[in-house]
T-cell receptor, first 112, second 120 residues
């Protein structure tokens, strides 16, 4: 069982927008603005898409945006494209002494 | 920007040890943190620990303490992750990933991954 909760799957048609949620606790998501999002295509390494809740690394499309409200962070992808089909993982700093960061269980995005 | 290249796939028997390497190239003058994250087949990501390339400091996830050792070479460009007493549920792709500096909690970039298969 992952520390952060994500929906197992979401889907959308090309051109539409989708949002993936990531729910944590006041020990992680709710307590700090250190949520990041990773995209992973099959057989590939994860790629950083969003860091510190809403910042985009250089080279990441403006169609990707992040936000947070309370204990839930969200990744929104607008103008869906076929290449966006992938698994998405959220991650957060945590005050748990057991780990440095915690990950969500991942969400499979299907572009219909 | 740093690039990370990992060693090749490994097949090990239960009880054995495995060592995976992660070579950093590019701007390695900064004291990068190299994290190790694993992903079992069809599963999510699991953080294992980090090592600083320049000073060699380490921090391990509680789950792996006593079984994992992270080291780096004297040039400070290659990090190693050794996992002992392997079990079948250690079968996973092991990734190294870089953290640019302290006080940051995101990883970029990642190595290409190393598949470790534990099977009798």
């Amino acid at each position: 069982q992952s520390a952060l909760t994500q929906p197992a799957s979401v889907s959308g048609s090309p051109g539409q927008s989708i949002t993936i949620s990531c729910t944590g606790t006041n020990s992680d998501v709710d307590g700090y603005n250190y949520v990041s999002w990773y995209q992973q295509h099959p057989g590939k390494a994860p790629k950083l898409m969003i860091y510190d809740v809403s910042n985009r690394p250089s080279g990441v499309s403006h169609r990707f945006s992040g936000s947070k409200s309370g204990n839930t962070a969200s990744l929104t992808i607008s103008g869906l494209q076929a290449e966006d089909e992938a698994d998405y993982y959220c991650s957060s700093y945590t005050t748990s002494s057991a780990v440095f960061v915690v990950f969500g269980g991942g969400t499979k995005l299907t572009v219909l | 920007q740093v690039q990370l290249v990992q060693s090749g796939a490994e097949v090990k028997k239960p009880g054995a040890s495995v060592r995976v390497s992660c070579k950093a190239s590019g701007n390695t003058f900064t004291d990068y943190y190299i994290h190790w994250v694993r992903q079992a087949p069809g599963q999510g990501l699991e953080w294992m620990g980090w090592i600083t390339l320049k000073s060699g400091g380490t921090y391990y996830a509680q789950k792996f303490q006593g079984r994992v050792t992270m080291t780096r070479d004297t040039s400070g460009s290659t990090a190693y992750m050794e996992l002992n007493r392997l079990r079948s549920d250690d079968t996973a792709v092991y990734y190294c990933a870089s953290q640019f500096g302290s006080g940051l909690y995101w990883f970029d970039p990642w190595g290409q991954g190393t598949l470790v298969t534990v099977s009798s």
